[in-house]
T-cell receptor
Framework: AQSVTQLDSQVPVFEEAPVELRCNYSSSVSVYLFWYVQYPNQGLQLLLKYLSGSTLVKGINGFEAEFNKSQTSFHLRKPSVHISDTAEYFCAVSTTSGTYKYIFGTGTRLKVLA | EAEVAQSPRYKITEKSQAVAFWCDPISGHATLYWYRQILGQGPELLVQFQDESVVDDSQLPKDRFSAERLKGVDSTLKIQPAELGDSAMYLC????????????FGQGTRLTVV
């Protein structure tokens, strides 16, 4: 079975400051890793994903994430946030075989302050 | 740009009534997911289809929930009878049947049971 833990339920940060949203996962099989963003009353949108290769993955809107296999982590970072980055961020895993089932974490609410 | 279509966007129903949600995935996507997202939590998988077949419905409360995807294209999720605890956002997503494929989400249906 797979599980995803997002340690911070809320992260307040001032505009133009850097931010890191933490994600740890647990799985007995190989997984792929994803970060999604959700704006109020909207569906989820993919920010980035790690399938293989370089452990540093770049995504949309200036976000990047680093896969760390030994620590089973996939933390999301942005060097300088904007007001428009205020949203809910979800880390997810998907199995590499079988049903390709997606499992999501509980989310981190990023609030960017002026 | 292709999108996952869901309707209705909002639904208010009385407890013990029946309610249904509709989803039209992106053309060519064999995999269709229904997720339930309770306010402040991450999406929880209810049911996953590959074409017209159910591949995972382990978290679907089968005494009151049903889902179908008769022709392997659009899908309907039904709740009968609705309970107060069913109030949530119901999200539909679709993807190609490939490992690591991105899941594309619709805007969701916000259900309120009164």
């Amino acid at each position: 079975a797979q599980s995803v833990t997002q340690l911070d339920s809320q992260v307040p940060v001032f505009e133009e400051a850097p931010v890191e949203l933490r994600c740890n996962y647990s799985s007995s099989v190989s997984v792929y890793l994803f970060w999604y963003v959700q704006y109020p009353n909207q569906g989820l949108q993919l920010l980035l994903k790690y399938l293989s290769g370089s452990t540093l993955v770049k995504g949309i809107n200036g976000f990047e994430a680093e896969f760390n296999k030994s620590q089973t982590s996939f933390h999301l970072r942005k060097p300088s946030v904007h007001i428009s980055d205020t949203a809910e961020y979800f880390c997810a895993v998907s199995t590499t075989s079988g049903t390709y089932k997606y499992i999501f974490g509980t989310g981190t609410r990023l609030k960017v302050l002026a | 740009e292709a999108e996952v279509a869901q309707s209705p966007r909002y639904k208010i129903t009385e407890k013990s009534q029946a309610v249904a949600f509709w989803c039209d995935p992106i053309s060519g996507h064999a995999t269709l997911y229904w997720y339930r997202q309770i306010l402040g939590q991450g999406p929880e998988l209810l049911v996953q289809f590959q074409d017209e077949s159910v591949v995972d419905d382990s978290q679907l409360p089968k005494d009151r929930f049903s889902a179908e995807r008769l022709k392997g294209v659009d899908s309907t999720l039904k709740i009968q009878p609705a309970e107060l605890g069913d109030s949530a956002m119901y999200l539909c997503a679709s993807s190609l049947w490939n490992a690591g494929a991105e899941a594309f989400f619709g805007q969701g249906t916000r259900l309120t049971v009164v």
